[in-house]
C-alpha cells in the first residue's frame, strides 16, 4: 500500500526565496528575470506560469519531472547561492509560490509565482547598487543586468533600480542590499545610456537612488565642460 502525505490547505500562499538575473527587453520597454540553471534560457515576468522545458505536454509541476518554479524556505540557503563567481551579479528574489506546488525537505517546485521582492547586492567594485547596468551577457531579445554604483556606470546601458521595477509591473519592489560607500570623483559618472524612466510616486529609496545617479551625470558633465574648455583656450593661443 502506497502512503500519500496530506495535501496542504494553506490560508496564505507560502513564501520561498531564490536567485535569478534581471533582463532588460531590447527595445527597453520590459524587464523580467531568468533563472541560473534548468529554464535559465526562458526569462519571465513578475507574474508567471511555468512550462515543461524539456517540451513536455504534462502540466508542471510533474513528479517524475523537473519543471516548475523552483525556490528554497530558507533566505540564507538562497544567498548563500550568491557566493558563486557566476552568480555574483544575480539578485535575490522573494516570490510567493502559487496555484499547484510540490512542497520538498528545502523547498518547492510550483505551476505559478510571483515575485513580490528583488534585492541587488553589491556592484563588482563592493560599493552599493544604485542602478542595474549592462552585464555582457544575455539572451535573444534580452539584455541581462547587473547591480552597479554611480561611479562605475560610464558607458554602459542601465536603468535605476526604482525604474526597472516600474518596467517589470506587477508590485514588485526592488531595494540595494548592503555595500560600502559609493564611488565619487568627476570620472564617476555615467556616460552612455540614459537611465530610463521615472517611478509614479517614488518612496525615499528610490529618490535617493535617483538622486546619486543624476549627481553622477552631472559631475560627468562639469569634468567634460572643463576639458573642453582648457582645450578651446590652447588651440585659440596656437593660432594668434
Known amino acids: 500500500m502506497r502512503l500519500r502525505l496530506p495535501e496542504e490547505r494553506l490560508t496564505e500562499p507560502p513564501t520561498g526565496y531564490k536567485i ?20 535559465g534560457a526562458l526569462p519571465y515576468g513578475v507574474l508567471a506560469d511555468a512550462s515543461c522545458v524539456y517540451g513536455l505536454r504534462h502540466a ?14 530558507d533566505r540564507v540557503a538562497a544567498e548563500a547561492l550568491l557566493c558563486t563567481a557566476e552568480h555574483r551579479g544575480a539578485l535575490l528574489l522573494e516570490v510567493l509560490v502559487l496555484a499547484r506546488y510540490i512542497r520538498f525537505e528545502h523547498g518547492f517546485r510550483s505551476a505559478r509565482q510571483r515575485v513580490r521582492t528583488a534585492t541587488a547586492g553589491p556592484c563588482g567594485c563592493g560599493a552599493s547598487a544604485v542602478a542595474l547596468a549592462d552585464a555582457g551577457w544575455g539572451r535573444p531579445g534580452w539584455r541581462a543586468l ?11 546601458t542601465s536603468v535605476s533600480l526604482a525604474s526597472f521595477a516600474r518596467l517589470a509591473g506587477g508590485g514588485l519592489r526592488v531595494i540595494a542590499g548592503r555595500g560600502g560607500a559609493p564611488h565619487g570623483g568627476p570620472d564617476g559618472g555615467p556616460e552612455g545610456g540614459p537611465v530610463t524612466g521615472i517611478p509614479v510616486e517614488p518612496g525615499l529609496p528610490e529618490l535617493v537612488a535617483e538622486a546619486a545617479l543624476l549627481q553622477a551625470r552631472l559631475d560627468w558633465f562639469q569634468s567634460r565642460l572643463a576639458e573642453l574648455g582648457e582645450r578651446g583656450s590652447g588651440g585659440g593661443a596656437g593660432r594668434g
Do not use: E, I, K, N
Not at 25 to 39: C, E, K, N, Y
Not at 60 to 73: A, E, N, Y
Open 20 to 39: 535569478a538575473h534581471a533582463v532588460l527587453s531590447q527595445d527597453g520597454t520590459r524587464a523580467g528575470f531568468t533563472g541560473v540553471s534548468l529554464g
Open 60 to 73: 508542471p509541476p510533474h513528479r517524475r519531472c523537473d519543471c516548475g518554479f523552483h525556490c528554497v524556505h
Open 146 to 156: 547587473a547591480p552597479a554604483c554611480a561611479g562605475c556606470l560610464r558607458g554602459c
